[in-house]
Structure formats: C-alpha cells, structure tokens
C-alpha cells in the first residue's frame, strides 16, 4: 500500500512539530530565548551577564555584573521584551527582571 504523499516540510517544522506534540515548546521557547540573549544585546553586555533564565511566570531573569549596566537595561526593558521575543517567534516572556 503506498504512502500519501503530503506537502514537502522543512526540518525546522518538524522538529516544531514534535515539540508541539510532547508538550515541551514552552519550555524549548525558554531556552532558545535565552541562548538568544548574546544575539540581541550583543557581546559587551552578554560578558557582563552571569546568569539568565526564563521562569514559570514568564518573566526572564538576567543576573549582571554591572550596576551600570543592570540600569541602563531597565531603561529598555520592553524594546528588550520585544526583539527577544521577537527572536524566538513567539510571546515566550511578558517581562524582565535584573539582578
């Protein structure tokens, strides 16, 4: 018996896919958002950051060395909140929080 053939997809929409169905793209959402992080504050301040991750309330936490720094990025944090979530393509977090 042969298989229906169906539209060709990508191995990103695959993957995506199978995330989907095991339950985990929240939790894949938070990570790639926070690899992202170099990306879109570039690496200056991604060597001031120590520690960052995304907790169960949406809210991504960066830990910086930089007292300077943590000030400045609070001045930006919602054009921050959006090119990050932006980068990932998807509303994984709704505000930030430094440390």
């Known amino acids: ?21 095991t339950g985990q793209a929240d939790d894949f959402n938070a990570y790639r958002l926070s ?5 879109v504050v570039g690496q200056a301040i991604n060597r001031m950051t120590t520690r960052r991750y995304v907790d169960s309330n949406h ?7 930089s007292a300077v720094v943590k000030n400045e990025l ?13 980068a990932v393509g998807s509303t994984v977090i709704t505000d930030i929080k430094f440390h």
């Not at 042969?2 to 169905?21: F, H, T, V, W, Y």
């Not at 690899?35 to 990306?39: A, G």
């Not at 001045?75 to 959006?82: D, I």
């Open 35 to 39: 690899s992202l992080w170099p990306d």
């Open 74 to 86: 609070s001045f930006n944090r919602t054009a921050l909140v959006e090119a990050l979530n932006k």
């Open 1 to 21: 018996r042969p298989m229906k053939r169906s539209e060709a997809k990508s191995l990103g929409q695959i993957i995506d896919e199978a995330i989907n169905m």
């Open 59 to 65: 809210i991504f936490h960066v830990y910086l060395t």
